[in-house]
């Protein structure tokens, strides 16, 4: 596993000196110092900020799952108790089916956690790696280092002899020298990243976490646990954790903190009191000038087609305001997010309509990704119900029992009359006269065929 890690911890080892030098270029002192505290800080951060993309797609993966939860309960009970090979089977295409329908996955909220640890325990062993290589006793899978890259083992010195509240970097709880002092920094520590841990769960639990109608449902549980749980796992792991790492831990805690804050505030989960807040304080602000945009929409639209004089006129009335409605509506809902991805083959006066519902409607989900998705569904089975009604359109009309009498009827009326035209110009048409020769070879012919026939009944007795 350490060889595995070991490109990831060297990378992170480059960033992490790089970081160093450009404090010392902008007036931080060079060797030992606040600049290598810094620069653990602000390594945590653009660690951070690089896998906020994937941190985005959790969200977005998690919320995908939460609004089909419903759905998914339905296929379950569906399925309740039978455990037969073809249920199974049938059951699972349902689901896939559903995941591919509203674009989601569970792997989905798993992957950007995946792809995401190796990184964060590349920094973790960055940062660890400071003290074996001040001592000389760096091993990765067991083969010795002199250096994780730019770090050498002066460099680990003087990131060492740095301190933070007066206890070197690579110190623990039990080396922390200067007795009282350096406990207490390591308390202080630990209690702050302790509280702000508990914080950060319980506005998750509180704000954040759809209502469950069973108190002991088992997430419901878990999450009790893990806001009391993960705390005391920091008391007692950052009582080993060097100094360097609980400076690490402390910025990182601050940061899921901060990302917390900001979910709850624009990326909440579906039916949680931050979602029903965030619902009504977008819709609000929507409608607010959506109503008497839209009331001055139908009125103009009623004057134009008042004063049309054709129907051609009207139709090009009224597509120039749909058009010029569609380009400020779009501008105006951006400021409460509304998704304007709509379908293509949606028309103008279609986009108009769903921006104008909204504005008379109430709202039971942010316009966003997820309903944008539900509009498109909505869109193509539109779509396919209109391909449908023209290839009934275009199929013959299923005849009634009377008309199919009376086709019947004309149908052979027709033909008793093809067949007297024919009789007529055959008795019309002059009959060629045979020749001698020709009627006796006939007889002939007729004669032979008598006497086989004769044949072939007395053989056959």
Known sequence: MEKILHPFVLAIAWVWAKIHDLLTVVGFGEGAGIAWVLSIVLLTLLVRALILPLFLRQIRSTRGMAAIQPEMQKIQAKYKGKTDTLSRQRMAEETQALYKKHGTTPYASCLPLLVQMPILFALYRAIYAVKPLMEGTYTVGGDAYESLGPITRAVAQEIDASTVLG?????TISTGGDGTTGTVAFVVMIVIMVVVQFLSIRLSMTKNMAAQQDPNNPMVRSQKTMMYMMPLMYIFTGAVFQMGLLVYMVTTTFWSWGQ?????????????????????????????WAKPFFADYDRQRAEAEAQASTSDDR???????????????RAKAKAQHVNGDFPEEMTTSARV?????????????????????????????????RAQQQVRRQQPRRQSHEERRQASERAEEERRLQEARAARKAAAKPQKKLSEEEIQRRREERRRQRRQGRQGRTSGK
């Open 167 to 171: 206890v070197p970097l690579s110190h």
């Open 315 to 329: 139709e090009a009335e009224v597509a120039g305001l749909d058009e010029r409605t569609l380009a400020e509506a």
């Open 353 to 385: 309509s769903v921006y104008r519902n909204l504005s008379l409607q109430e709202w039971t989900t942010l316009p966003d990704e997820q309903w944008m998705r539900g509009v498109k569904r909505a869109t193509e089975k539109v779509e396919d119900r």
């Open 260 to 288: 917390q804050i900001w979910t709850v505030r624009f990326m909440p989960t579906p039916g949680s009191p931050a979602y029903a807040e965030l619902l009504e304080k977008r819709e609000r602000g929507y409608k607010e």
